[in-house]
DNA sequence: TTCACCGCACTGAAAATTCAGTCAACCCTT
DNA sequence: AAGGGTTGACTGAATTTTCAGTGCGGTGAA
C-alpha cells in the first residue's frame, strides 16, 4: 500500500480508466502517480512492462473484488449472495466504474494482443468458477455443467451490460434490472 | 461505391478490424486504400476525421447486416428465424469477424469518446428493436416490454459472448452453444 | 556506501500533418 | 473547334509533432 510500486499500478489504472491503455502516456502516469517518469523505468522495464503488471494488477483486485465475504451478515441466503456479488459489477461509485473500465480495455486490447490472452483467460475461468459454485449453493438440484454454462451466460452478460452502461447506450438502473431478471432466470430452470 | 472517399473507409474498416482503433496508422491505411497518405486528409481533415466517419460507416453498416431479409427461404418458422439471425454474430467468416471486431472496437473507444455515443446509442438501439420484434413474432403471448427486455438481454450476451470469442476466451462453439441455450430460455418464459 | 528516488534535458524513431505542385476534366470564349 | 482558364482530385516529399526511453548529476535516509 505505502509501497511505491504499488503506488504506480494504482496510478496506473486509474489513468487506464480514464483514458484508456491506449491512452496511457508515461508522463502522465508520472505525474498521476506523483513520480518522476525514470522511476517508473525503474521498477517496470517499459511501458509494455507496466501494461502488463497493470493489466495483471488488475485482474487480481477484480478477483479479490468478487470474492469479498458477506460483511457478517447472518441472514443471507445463496440466491441473495448470488445476486449481491454479481449486482456488484454494475454499481456507480468510482471503484466499481475504473475497475469495469479497465477490465473492458483489457478485454478490448487482448483482440489485438495475444499475449494478454492467457491471463485474461485465466481470470475469466476464475471468475466463471466462482459463480458456477454460488449458484450451486443457491440451486443445489442443478447439475454441474448447467450451473457452469448459468455462470458463463450471467458473466458474459454482465461484460456486455458493463460496456453499454459505460459506453451510455444503457442506463445503470435498466441494466441492473435486466441482470436481476437474468439471474431469476438462470436460477429458475436446471 | 467506387468512389475514393467510400473506398478510404471500408479500407478503414478493414484496418480497425485487424489492428484495432488504437492500431490505425495513416500510412498503412493509405496503402490499404492504395492511396497517398495526403490523400486521406484531402477527403478528411485529420485522422479524428477519418476515425469518427469510419465509425458512423461501422454502424451504418452494422444496421444492413441484422436486417438482412432472409434468403427466399419459404419454411422458416419465426423462431428459426431469430436463431438465424442471432446466431449469424457468432460466425468465422471473415466478414463477420472484421465487423464484429470493428464494432467492439467502437463500444470500447465510446466509453472514452463521448462524440461517439450518439451514434452507438442509436444503433444499439435500433439493433435491439428488431430483434424484439422478431421475439414477438416468435412468441406472440409475451408482453411488449417482455420482449424488449429479453432482446436487450439477448444482444447483451451476444456482446459479451463476441468479444470473449475474439480474445481468446472463448471458443466459438461453445459461445454459440450458449446463444442457443439463452435464446430457448427467454423464448420459454414471457 | 548503497538504495530508492528526483528532475529534467535529451535522443531517436515513428507518426501525423502540411505543402507545392501535377493532372485531367470541365467549362467559357472567340 | 481550338485554346485559355478554373477547379477538384490527387501525389511525393518535406516538415512538425509526439512519445518512449535514456543519461546523469544529485538527494536523503538507513
Known sequence: MSDRRTGILKAATRVIARRGVRGLRMGELATEAGVSTSLIYYHFT????????????????ADHYTAEPDPSEQGSTPRADLERVLLLE???????????TAWGELRATAVFETELRDD?????HT?????AELLARANPTGTA?????????????????????LSG??????????????IDAELARC
Open 46 to 61: 517499459d511501458r509494455a512492462g507496466i501494461l502488463r503488471e497493470t493489466l495483471e494488477f488488475i485482474s487480481d483486485r
Open 90 to 100: 454494475l454499481q456507480d461509485t468510482a471503484e466499481v466504474r475504473e475497475n469495469s
Open 120 to 124: 485474461l483467460a485465466r481470470t475469466t
Open 127 to 131: 471468475w466463471v468458477h466462482d459463480i
Open 145 to 165: 455443467p448447467a450451473h457452469a454454462a448459468a455462470a458463463e451466460r450471467l458473466t458474459a452478460l454482465i461484460e456486455g451490460l458493463s460496456v453499454r452502461w
Open 169 to 182: 447506450s444503457l442506463p445503470l438502473d435498466h441494466a441492473r434490472l435486466l441482470l436481476r431478471d437474468a
